[in-house]
Every structure is written in structure tokens, then in C-alpha cells.
């Protein structure tokens, strides 16, 4: 009787589920770590270009969506994800993020940005990453820091920003909120920086609220009388700053800010 029922198998049909189940399990895998955390991971180097075509579970409490092609974070792609702490998005080929892209991720503690395409961190790009503590920038392309960037990111503990494009980071990323209590890890060692009196605020608050990591080899580009010093040496000195210096770009920026607040406003009312 089983010789017959194997025999009445439709062979070619079941060549086509075997078939599909392959390449579903070859593109999307969902896994449990320990037995806890629910972590869901999209296949990597499965050649995705567009994101819609990625499924995370909304049971999902880390997405590692690592290793693909896609070159864009869309509005709306991240609705109805509660859960989600971790957020994997390193070695694609992210070049945009849109405007409130993360808003829904209330709950979000780790943003893993590594090795893409970035050139400019917009003043919305990271709203609503209220209790974010990590936030890999390294390798991209960014060249540009927006007033109030980080504005929102007051429980940050992690921030790297090495082997980028960037001359200086303005103290006004922070504005209009307080800055992080205490940023232990902070990385911007291989860009070519402008060693200024608007990078002082960061030396500044070395060893007070922010631990600067790799600074021998965190090099001066400019000026010329500065270039290839490393942070490891005492060259505040060299720049002629005060504590004052960034008094100004600290006011523009809060005023920069207030604009945008009240423009959010008026495009969510």
C-alpha cells in the first residue's frame, strides 16, 4: 500500500514546492536567540535592492537586515514594529533616509549604520529615538552634520563617527535638547578634520561628559599649522579658544531649531 501511495504522487509538483521552500528559506530566516530575544534576519548578500521586498514579523525584537543592496529607508517602511530594540542595517547601500523614518521605534536602543552610502544626517532623519544608546555611523560618506541632529538622543552612550567625509562636528547637532549625560564611547578618528575653535567643544568635555576613543589616531587635516597632529596631544592650546568660543554657533543652532520645531508642528497638525 505505501509502494502505491508514493507511486501516486504528483513528482512534479513536488519538485515545485521543494523548490519554493528553498528559495523562501534561502531569502528570509527567522531565528531565536537563547530562547528570548526574538531576533529575525533577512538573508545576507541575497541581492535585495528595495527594502519593501524584506518582511520583518512585528513579534520581532531585533531585525538584522545586514549584508543586502538596498539603497533607501523609506517613510512608513517601520509602522507597527512595538517591539523592535536592535536595528541592523550595516554593509547595504544606504544613501537616503527619509524624513521621520524611525518615528514608529519608540523603543529602539541599537541603530547599526556601518559601511554605506550616508553624506548627510538630517535634523529629522532620527526623530523619535528617544531611548537610543547605540548609533554606528562609521565608514559612510558623511560629509555634513544638520543643526539638531542628534537633538533627540539624549540617552545616548555610543557614538561613531569615524572613517567619514566630516571636517567638523558643530556643537549644535545636540541642540536644542541637553546634551547626552554622558557619551562613553565616541569615535571620529580617519576624516579630515578642521581643528577649530567649533570642534573645541568636544575637547573640551574630553573626560567630563564624553570619553573620545582612538584619539592618537585622530588627526588634524587643517589648518596647516596643526595638520597631522594627533588628539592624543594637548593641542587645545594650539587653537586659542575658550570656553565662549562656540557661544555663537550654540545660539544660532537653538534658533535653527526653534524654526524646525515649529515647522513639524504645523506639517503634523
Known sequence: MLTVYLLSIDMKRLAQVLSTTVLILSILEAVTVDGTTKSYRSSR?????????????NWAEEALLDGNSFGSIPFGYFVSLPQLTRLDLDSNQINFVADYAFIDLSNLIWLDFWNNKLEVITVRMLKGLYILEELWLYKNHIHTLQLGCFSELT???H??????QLKTVPEGVFYPNHLPIRLSYFTIHENPLLCDCQIFWILAGEGKWITINGKYKTICSQPPSLSGTSWSTNITQNLNCTPESGKYFGQLARYCRMLVIQWDKYLLS
Open 159 to 164: 557614538l561613531l563617527l569615524n572613517d567619514n
Open 45 to 57: 548578500k541575497s541581492g535585495i535592492t528595495d527594502i519593501w521586498n524584506i518582511s520583518i514579523p
Open 155 to 157: 540617552n545616548l552612550k
